[in-house]
């Protein structure tokens, strides 16, 4: 990959002093690091965009699914589910 732009930022002097010494120690240049530490976040923002978009989805299928009337209530499911538990604690 070319490496034909630059990046220009500000920050403080204090927090670049940290980051050189920490770079220079990890014997890699500081402009590596700062690629890296790039790459990984667009990484990580891609697949947490990915992940709402699948996560929305699902909830979208749920709801499409309610609307179609196949689903149940809440109060069906906490009356079904109190119903067993009474069961289970009431067994010989």
């Not at 299928?61 to 609307?67: D, I, V």
Request: charged share 35%.
């Amino acid at each position: 990959m070319s490496k034909e732009a630059v990046f220009t930022m500000k920050l403080e002097s204090e927090l670049r002093d940290q980051f050189m010494a920490e770079a220079e120690a990890s014997h890699r240049p500081a402009s590596q690091v700062l690629r890296e530490l790039m790459r990984e976040f667009v990484e990580k923002q891609r697949q947490t965009r990915e992940y709402d978009d699948f996560l929305a989805s699902k909830v979208e299928a749920g709801r499409a699914f309610m609307r179609a009337g196949f689903g149940r209530s809440n109060d069906e499911v906490e009356a079904k589910f109190a119903a067993r538990r009474a069961g289970a604690t009431s067994a010989p």
